[in-house]
C-alpha cells in the first residue's frame, strides 16, 4: 500500500480502521509527538500480528498501543497477549465512549480524543531480550525510512505534474 494516496482520507489507512479508531489513533500520535516518542502506525511484527501504533522512546524502550474503538472491538480481539513479546510496554488506547474498566490492569491505558491523549494508566515495564530489541529497532527505522522516501517520491512526482500545496 502506498504510503500517499491523494484520493483517500487519510493516506495510512488500509480500511481495516473506524473513523473513530483514525481518531483515536490521531489523538495518541499528538500525545506521542509531546512525550518525544517516534511512532509509526501499523507496522507488522515478526509474528505477522500488525501494531496499531508502534513507539521508539527516547531512552530506546519500544512500546506498542492497541487501539480500541468499542467494547466490541475489544471483545473479539484475542490477538493482543502476542504483542507483549514485541515490547517494553503495552497500552491500550481508546475514547471516552468506551468503559474503561474493560481494559485489563496488566496493561497501560491512554484516553483520546482526536486532539490528544491522556496517559490513565501507566504500562508496567516487560523488558525485551536485547536482541529482539535490536531487530525490532533496525525494523522501525527501516519502516520510517521507507515511508518517508515513498512520500517524499510521490512529492516530488506531484511537483513535476505542477501539482502546489
Not at 521508539?56 to 490477538?79: A, C, P, Q, Y
Request: net charge neutral; with cysteine; aromatic share 8%.
Amino acid at each position: 500500500m502506498a504510503i500517499v494516496d491523494l484520493h483517500a482520507k487519510n493516506p495510512t489507512a488500509d480500511g481495516r480502521q473506524s473513523e473513530r479508531a483514525l481518531l483515536v489513533r490521531r489523538g495518541v500520535q499528538y500525545l506521542m509527538k509531546h512525550m518525544r516518542n517516534a511512532s509509526i502506525s501499523e507496522m507488522t511484527l515478526r509474528n505477522g500480528r500488525r501494531a496499531d501504533l508502534i513507539c521508539l522512546t527516547e531512552k530506546g524502550e519500544i512500546w506498542i498501543i492497541e487501539i480500541k474503538s468499542s467494547i466490541e472491538d475489544f471483545r473479539v480481539d484475542t490477538k493482543w497477549p502476542e504483542y507483549r513479546d514485541y515490547c517494553d510496554r503495552l497500552f491500550f488506547a481508546t475514547h471516552a465512549g468506551v468503559p474503561l474498566d474493560i481494559f485489563p490492569e496488566d496493561c497501560g491505558l491512554l484516553l483520546a480524543d482526536r486532539y490528544g491523549a491522556e496517559v490513565i494508566r501507566p504500562a508496567p515495564e516487560h523488558r525485551l531480550p536485547p536482541a529482539r530489541r535490536k531487530l525490532l529497532t533496525l525494523a522501525f527505522a527501516r519502516n520510517a525510512a521507507e515511508r518517508l522516501t515513498s512520500a517524499e517520491l510521490v512529492l516530488e512526482r506531484l511537483e513535476a505534474e505542477g501539482v502546489t500545496f
